[in-house]
C-alpha cells in the first residue's frame, strides 16, 4: 500500500549546520509530496511542496526535490538556525488519502 | 483571519466524563478531518468527513463520534473518557485534491485524569 518512510530522529545539529532529512515512499500513479513542520505548542504548519516529478518546493530556506526515479522527497536546509527546531513530517497525498511519515524532530543548538 | 480554528486548547478532565471539541474552517474546504497525536509525535488520521461521505478509521474506539452540523464545522465528541484518550487532537481541512496540502488548527491538549 502508499506509505511514507522518513528518517528517526532526533537531530541535533549545532547552528549554521547542513540538514538533511530523508524521506522515501511507496505510492501507486502520481502523488503529490509535502513536508510540514511542528514548532512546539503548535499546529502542523505546511512548509513546500511538490506535485510532479523533478519539482523542487521552497520555503524558508529549506528544499525538497521530488524524485520519481529514487522515490524519494529529501529535506535539505544549508544553514539551520535555532529557530528550525521543530518536528518535520514528510506527507504524500494520492487525492484519495493523505499519508504522513512519523515525524523527524530536528534540535538546533546555539 | 481565514484559518482553521478548534476549540479548547487545553482540556483536563477526569475519567467517564463526556467531552466534545468544536472546529470550524473558513477555508471553503470541502473535506474535514480529526487526527491524534500521541507523545511521541505519531500522526493518526480518525476521521475525514465531507457533506457526502463520513470515514472511520476502524481502530477508533466507537466512544469517538464526529458530528458535521454544516460543511465548516467538524466537532469531535468523546464518552466515558479512558486515561489513554490523553493526546493532542487536530482539526485539520482540505480542498480534497491531490495538489491541495491540509491547513491544521492549532491542536487540543486533552489530558485524562
Known amino acids: 500500500g502508499d506509505s511514507v518512510t522518513q528518517m528517526e530522529g532526533p537531530v541535533t545539529l549545532s547552528e549554521e549546520a547542513f540538514l538533511t532529512i530523508n524521506c522515501t515512499y511507496t505510492a501507486t500513479g502520481y502523488p503529490s509530496l509535502f513536508w510540514y513542520v511542528q514548532y512546539p505548542g503548535e499546529g502542523l504548519q505546511l512548509l513546500l511542496k511538490a506535485t510532479k516529478a523533478d519539482d523542487k518546493g521552497s520555503n524558508k530556506g529549506f528544499e525538497a526535490t521530488y524524485r520519481k526515479e529514487t522515490t524519494s522527497f529529501h529535506l535539505e536546509k544549508g544553514s539551520v538556525q535555532v529557530s528550525d527546531s521543530a518536528v518535520y513530517f514528510c506527507?504524500?497525498?494520492?487525492?484519495?488519502?493523505?499519508?504522513f511519515g512519523t515525524g523527524t524532530s530536528l534540535t538546533v543548538i546555539p | 483571519d481565514t484559518a482553521v480554528s478548534q476549540t479548547p486548547k487545553y482540556l483536563v478532565t477526569q475519567m467517564g466524563n463526556d467531552k466534545s471539541i468544536k472546529c470550524e474552517q473558513n477555508l471553503g474546504h470541502d473535506t474535514m478531518y480529526w487526527y491524534k497525536q500521541d507523545s511521541k509525535k505519531f500522526l493518526k488520521i480518525m476521521f475525514s468527513y465531507n457533506n457526502k461521505e463520513l470515514i472511520i478509521n476502524e481502530t477508533v474506539p466507537n466512544r469517538f463520534s464526529p458530528k458535521s452540523p454544516d460543511k465548516a464545522h467538524l466537532n469531535l465528541h468523546i464518552n466515558s473518557l479512558e486515561l489513554g484518550d490523553s493526546a493532542v487532537y487536530f482539526c485539520a481541512s482540505s480542498r480534497g485534491d491531490s495538489d491541495y496540502g491540509y491547513t491544521f488548527g492549532s491542536g487540543t491538549r486533552l489530558t485524562v485524569v
Open positions: 506527507a504524500l497525498n494520492t487525492g484519495n488519502q493523505f499519508y
